[in-house]
């Protein structure tokens, strides 16, 4: 069944829209966002706002917000109006996400080895689910399994609990995985190696891989395809190698505003905000 | 370790010699800074560099008189610093930090905490120097009576910069000010800061995890890990590639982003 | 019908509240006041407490036209007539109207309240808030003398004090005070040491601000939303423990209607004569439900984390 799908699209996504209710009155916080997606790292590129980590966590039914959408379909079947018994055999199994700060994320009163059989409780059992538990540790290049395996959470530095929690996730060896500002929270050297962790499994297992960051700079260099978003709209789809000939003002002016090491200048270029960026993209 | 010392004529507005702070006792002791020295010329904006548990917010809260527990030498203005700092010495050094969401009073109105800062120190003429911080930093009258949280984030952060300016200090402190914000707002808070301390001839201590953010705000600048400062180097060093510890070109190459060849190559330090 | 005017333009002081900008410290207040306010409008049963909040109230100040008869002067002739007629809650064994003895009680009741509140939600908020803003000694002995209040029930603590200081309505205060600021002490103490290290506090040291300056203008008001909630939801109980000491007559002294002291006088007929201490009894259970729906309405609205 799996082997039939593997040329299409994982994921579809056809005019999504979110929409909060809040006593001010209706906020529309995605609006008509279109995409499909392969075994690829896509990103979601955004500022604060822009609608990026609500789209991500709409696939898996995690916004509190209202979704409605032409078809949110993985390998077919639709994400929308799911049971939660339904969404069981889902999330966390063929679609996984990992969030911002693995120490919120992270269950403190339990090691990471019981986290690990936890995800994995209804596909392996007893030493076989051990063995895969550590073999994943091992791929998320922890040097010492054993020792992490019978960690807590509050022994282990940001980097190290971002890859376990990575390895948690990988337990039920899911098809997509969403990372959400995966890395914001790790120093720039960690950053990198849990980004080479997550290049590595889209590759050797054939995973797809959303990667919603604020930082175009980075995606740029790691994803194949972006996404740019910008007040609940995609202004622009790009493949990453392209990102230099962007022609929306917003991703030219995303891409030139970080102070860069190499071409130092007096003042940084500041971005002018159009009002005519709100209105509806036409496709 | 080396030690850039400045020999000019005029004297140096930061100076810190042989800078140690731990927390703790016995077997708890850690170490957070060993034995660092720098000196900041007057109008000369410096960096610390460094990953998260390397000393650089430390030192900077030292330097702020946060941290009674330190050892070594510090003297601001040509006047040592101590554990306990006379008013007219805590005007002159200020602070701006990471976070603009923790550092404005949640209960305090833009008007209450700009005026705070003047009423502890007895200053006149509340009205037009609050009225004159919020137009320094590109902030309307309308902002004046506002909450913190009726601001967006780089707004926030702008009112905690007219904050640290109002009391007119000599040396302001800049821990992170600008990775809790979006590039775009980035840039424009940069630029503010980079317009402000020529028009009112400041010195900065800029402490950030981001060599971009370093190398456009500073001439020159410390890389520190666990601690110490592993090199001193100028911005042109840093844009040319010219450093010497393996650590500090981990760290450039780090910050021009992903690369799996050398990620492959990284080392431990 | 007139409404439609309402309807269309909302009133010249409600756009002052929400204006967007406010002109000075005190619209800014103001308007964030209203915002709270009709956020706990939206609660009816908060609303509900509030009515009853007032009721008590009206009644306590409007005593003397609300109450139909004397509360103290019997009339021996006129001794446990049931519930209806001239005497609609009946009268008790002197022949006193209850209703009227019920309406007089909410003096004392309000006044013990409002005594309670103003003495030991200061106390606490003090020592709750200096122990945890100086750390070390300073808190080690304020929190081990609060340690100490707390490990004593509460009532039994209030009777001990009123038994030894003697009745009346100023002892009964003193001993409900002495026993309630351990808590808020707990609660002061609790949010200042999250708020102690945070960048605002960094920031007013900075400044130069002196420790005093820095824990009354900005720790206790970060302390004040949780410890209003805590004291609005407290009051039910100090109500009971009003009642309490007064049904052991260590409360007001006796002429003076308190509702505790009316059920006391009135359980030996509670069989036959049972309006006697029922009545008081609801009224002390619907003041109680007052307070603590009031109570719950504000946690929703100041602390909004625990809702």
């Known amino acids: 069944m799996r082997g039939l799908m593997e040329k299409g699209p994982i994921l579809e996504v056809e005019k999504l829209n979110i929409r909060f209710n809040t006593p001010v009155g209706v906020v529309h916080a995605v609006r008509d966002v279109s995409f499909a997606m392969g075994r690829e790292k896509l990103a979601i590129v955004g500022e604060s706002g822009s609608g990026k980590s609500q789209t991500g966590r709409a696939i898996l039914g995690l916004t509190p917000g209202k979704v409605t959408a032409e078809k949110l379909a993985f390998h077919g079947q639709t994400l929308i109006g799911l049971s939660e018994q339904q969404w069981r055999t889902i999330r966390g199994k063929r679609i996984a996400m990992v969030m911002q700060d693995p120490k919120y994320s992270l269950n403190p009163v339990m090691t990471i080895g019981e986290q690990l059989l936890e995800a994995a409780r209804e596909i392996k059992e007893g030493a076989a689910a051990r063995q895969h538990a550590l073999g994943m540790l091992a791929a998320v290049r922890i040097r010492d399994p054993e020792r992490v395996f019978r960690a807590w959470p509050h022994e282990l530095s940001g980097g190290m609990g971002q890859r376990a929690m990575i390895a948690m996730m990988l337990m039920a060896e899911p098809e997509l995985l969403i990372a959400d500002e995966p890395t914001s929270a790790l120093d720039v050297t960690v950053r990198l190696q849990v980004l080479a962790i997550l290049d590595d499994l889209v590759k050797t297992r054939h995973m797809g891989l959303i990667f919603i960051s604020h930082d175009l700079n980075l995606v740029r260099t790691f994803c194949d395809r972006v996404l740019v978003m910008y007040a609940g709209q995609v202004l622009e789809k790009l493949t990453a190698s392209e990102l230099a000939e962007a022609r929306h003002p917003y991703t030219r002016g995303l891409l030139a505003c970080p102070p860069e090491i190499d071409q130092r200048r007096a003042r940084l270029p500041v971005l002018q905000r159009d009002p005519s960026w709100m209105e509806p993209v036409r496709p | 370790m080396t030690e850039i010392v400045t020999e000019s004529a005029a004297q140096p507005m930061i100076e810190i010699r042989d800078l140690s702070i731990s927390f703790g006792q016995g077997a708890d002791r850690v170490d957070a800074v060993k034995n660092v020295s720098f000196t900041v010329a007057p109008g000369e904006s410096y960096g610390l560099v460094g990953e998260s548990g390397s000393g650089k917010s430390t030192i900077l809260r030292a330097l702020a008189g946060l941290n009674p527990f330190w050892s070594g030498h510090m003297a601001i203005a040509g006047q040592k610093l101590a554990a306990k700092r006379p008013r007219a010495l805590r005007r002159l050094v200020q602070m701006v930090f990471q976070d603009p969401y923790g550092s404005l009073h949640p209960k305090h109105t833009v008007d209450h905490i700009l005026s705070e800062p003047l009423a502890i120190h007895g200053v006149e003429d509340v009205e037009t120097r609050v009225r004159a911080a919020l137009d320094r930093v590109g902030l309307g009258p309308e902002f004046r009576f506002r909450y913190p949280h009726q601001l967006s984030g780089g707004q926030r952060q702008r009112v905690a910069i007219a904050r640290a300016l109002i009391l007119e200090p000599k040396v302001v402190l800049l821990d992170e000010p600008t990775s809790a914000l979006d590039v775009s707002i980035q840039a424009e808070v940069l630029n503010l800061l980079t317009d402000l301390r020529q028009q009112l001839g400041l010195t900065y201590v800029l402490v950030s995890h981001d060599l971009g953010v370093v190398a456009h705000m500073c001439a020159r600048l410390s890389i520190m890990r666990t601690g110490e400062v592993v090199e001193t180097a100028s911005a042109d060093d840093l844009s040319e590639g010219r450093l010497l510890h393996a650590y500090s070109r981990q760290l450039l190459i780090a910050s021009r982003g992903y690369d799996p060849a050398a990620i492959a190559a990284f080392g431990d330090f | ?307």
């Not at chain 3, 967007?20 to 005190?26: I, V, Y």
């Open chain 3, 1 to 307: 019908m007139t409404d439609w005017a309402i309807a269309v333009t909302p009133p010249r002081w409600r756009k002052w509240l929400l204006a967007e900008t406010p002109q000075s410290r005190l619209q800014a207040r103001l308007s964030r006041a209203y915002l709270s306010w009709v956020a706990f409008a939206r609660n009816p049963l908060a609303m509900l407490g509030l009515v009853i909040v007032a009721i008590l109230v009206f009644c306590a100040v409007f005593a003397p036209w609300v109450a139909p008869h004397n509360p103290i002067a019997g009339d021996l002739g006129n001794r446990l007539v049931a519930p209806g007629g001239e005497h609609w809650l009946g009268t008790d064994q002197q022949g006193r109207d209850i209703w009227s003895r019920i309406v007089y009680g909410s003096r004392t009741t309000l006044l013990i309240i409002f005594m309670v509140a103003i003495t030991a939600a200061p106390v606490g908020i003090v020592i709750g808030a200096t122990a945890g803003y100086l750390g070390g000694k300073v808190e080690a002995v304020l929190m081990r003398l609060t340690d100490a209040f707390l490990a004593f029930p509460k009532l039994v603590l209030a009777l001990a004090f009123a038994a030894a200081l003697g009745p009346g309505i100023e002892n009964a205060v003193l001993a409900i005070a002495l026993t309630s600021w351990p808590p808020y002490a707990r609660i002061a103490r609790a949010e200042t040491l999250t708020v102690r290290g945070t960048d605002y506090i960094a920031a007013a040291r900075i400044s130069g601000a002196s420790g005093m300056r820095i824990l009354i203008g900005h720790i206790m008001p970060m302390c004040m939303p949780s410890l209003i909630v805590r004291v609005s939801l407290d009051m039910a109980g100090v109500i009971l423990i009003a009642a309490g000491l007064g049904f052991l007559g260590l409360g007001v002294a006796p002429p003076q209607p308190e509702w505790g002291a009316m059920v006391s006088e009135g359980r030996s007929q509670i069989l036959e004569q049972w309006w006697v201490c029922t009545y008081p009894g609801v009224a002390i259970f619907i003041v109680s439900l007052g307070f603590n729906l009031i109570g719950d309405g504000l946690r929703d609205v100041l602390d909004p984390r625990e809702g």
